[in-house]
């Protein structure tokens, strides 16, 4: 099946510091997600991507849909300490089912 | 914003019994889907369910697994036998924006 594979797979930064991951694929996806999971809680959806190139903000959160259509990053500028927690990227593939396949997330700590 | 709510937060069971976890999704959302988490790995799929039939499922949905929507509000997934390596996050999504439940732990003994 499809396969992501997201980077890093853990960071340990001081507050303040910008923060990037990302995500790379062998296959396509047409839509690339990002998510914040804080412990024992769902995935909670913070940038979607429908259109390769495409750019999109959520506040201090910035996400790119990769040209080639197998890659994302998402960046985080100025953590704060509430940013920790673990992300995952998550791509759908063609169809119409709108199946994801999530990568294996980055674990995100924040030094105050 | 709508939310998918999700029913019981945790279920503990004893090993070969059955489990039914149960997900409202988001009214007038037409997919729902079933994604399972171990603890510290990757959230993974289960199924996809369309106009009251699975229409895609893993490897992992085998035949202890069941889906079905009763009564057109409710959508839950059923587990016949449980076993250990069942011990998992359950999470039910909605289509359209992909939205997730806040989920179900299950604790297999």
């Known amino acids: 099946g499809q396969q992501l594979n997201q980077s890093p797979q853990s960071m340990f930064i001081q507050e303040g510091e910008d923060v990037s991951m990302n995500c790379t694929s062998s296959s396509i996806f047409n839509t690339w997600l990002w998510y914040k999971q804080d412990p024992g809680e769902g995935p909670v959806l913070l940038i979607a991507l429908y259109k390769a190139g495409e750019l999109t903000s959520n506040g201090r959160l910035t996400a790119q849909f990769g040209i080639t259509r197998k890659d994302s990053f998402l960046n985080i500028s100025a953590s704060i300490p509430s940013d920790v927690g673990i992300y995952f990227c998550?791509?759908?593939?063609?169809?119409?089912?709108?199946?994801?396949?999530f990568g294996k997330g980055t674990l995100l700590t924040v030094n105050p | 914003e709508p939310e998918v709510t999700q029913t019981p937060s945790h279920q503990v069971t004893q090993m070969g019994q059955e489990v039914i976890l149960r997900c409202v999704p988001i009214s007038n959302h037409l997919y729902f889907y079933w994604y399972r988490q171990i603890l510290g790995q990757k959230v993974e799929f289960l199924v996809s369910f369309y106009n009251n039939e699975i229409s895609e499922k893993s490897e992992i949905f085998d035949d202890q697994f069941s889906v079905e929507r009763p009564d057109g509000s409710n959508f839950t997934l059923k587990i016949r036998s449980t076993k250990l390596e069942d011990s998992a996050m359950y999470f039910c999504a909605s289509r359209d924006k992909f939205y997730f439940g806040p989920g179900t732990r299950l604790l297999v003994l």
């Open positions: 998550a791509g759908r593939g063609g169809g119409s089912n709108y199946k994801l396949t």
